[in-house]
T-cell receptor
């Protein structure tokens, strides 16, 4: 069975501090991993996917198959990064499986 | 383009009442989904559809029914609402070629008393 675990419900960091949102998954095949973000009063939207290996709004995430992790990182947090972040897993044609989410609060 | 729209935005029901939530998308997407979002539970898939006239169960389908008679619309029905169905409901859609890139609606906040 596919499962996505986000161990932190809430993460608070100071502005300018590094951020790491943790995501672990369980899946026996080759998954695709994604991060979705929901800013206050905005719709949930795709932030990045592991295959593209891109940096979006300063965020990066590397798929570590050995540790079955896909942590989201940013070297210097900004206030506008405060949001709800969901890690999600895709396996072929089945729908995305979402984690329970982590609320990031960046303190000025 | 309006993207994904949901009707209504808010609703209060009494236990046992029924209602239908409407989701509409104007992007010609093949896939559509209904999720519920609860504190501490994240997003859970209720039902989804991979095309007009087809539906499938998700993680938490009990107490809900869906229909996709037109490609652009996906209806979620509650036949006999229960307080446990108090939640925020999100609809989403995606393309066949990029099913992982889901476009979400603004949500419907439902309270069952």
């Amino acid at each position: 069975a596919q499962r996505v675990t986000q161990p932190e419900k809430l993460l608070s960091v100071f502005k300018g501090a590094p951020v790491e949102l943790k995501c672990n998954y369980s899946y026996s095949g080759s998954p695709e991993l994604f991060w979705y973000v929901q800013y206050s009063r905005q719709r949930l939207q795709l932030l990045l996917r592991h295959i593209s290996r891109e940096s979006i709004k300063g965020f990066t995430a590397d798929l570590n198959k050995g540790e079955t992790s896909f942590h989201l990182k940013k070297p210097f947090a900004q206030e506008e990064d405060s949001a709800m972040y969901y890690c999600a897993l895709s396996s072929g044609n089945t729908p995305l499986v979402f984690g329970k989410g982590t609320r990031l609060s960046v303190i000025a | 383009n309006a993207g994904v729209t949901q009707t209504p935005k808010f609703r209060v029901l009494k236990t046992g009442q029924s209602m239908t939530l409407l989701c509409a998308q104007d992007m010609n997407h093949e896939y559509m989904y209904w999720y519920r979002q609860d504190p501490g539970m994240g997003l859970r898939l209720i039902h989804y559809s991979v095309g007009e006239g087809t539906t499938a169960k998700g993680e938490v389908p009990d107490g809900y029914n869906v229909s996709r008679l037109k490609k652009q619309n996906f209806l979620l029905g509650l036949e006999s609402a229960a307080p446990s169905q108090t939640s925020v409901y999100f609809c989403a859609s995606s393309r066949l070629v990029r099913p992982y890139e889901q476009y979400f609606g603004p949500g419907t906040r439902l309270t069952v008393t």
